[in-house]
């Protein structure tokens, strides 16, 4: 939730919050069936957002300095 507002183009900066739980998430999601279950989660939350714009989202992990095991994107493809 804190990247929400940004990934929908309302804020300027990405919030810390929203960087710190990127950094968690990357962190935490060690193995295949980590990756899978983060990355299902994430797709499921993108859907109750339709206005999230996929140009804000993949921006996220580039200005929080922080690498995902799959790129951000409003229609993720978790099966990979």
Do not use: R, W, Y
Request: with cysteine; glycine share 4%; proline share 8%.
């Amino acid at each position: 939730m804190p990247c929400l507002q940004f990934a929908q183009g309302g804020q300027d900066k990405v919030p810390q919050t929203c960087c710190n739980g990127l950094h968690n998430l990357a962190d935490s999601a060690t193995t295949v069936d980590d990756k899978t279950a983060a990355c299902k989660c994430l797709a499921t939350a993108f859907q109750k957002f339709p206005t999230i714009k996929d140009e804000d989202l993949q921006k996220i992990p580039g200005l929080c300095n922080v690498t995902v095991p799959f790129p951000l994107s409003k229609n993720l493809k978790c099966d990979k």
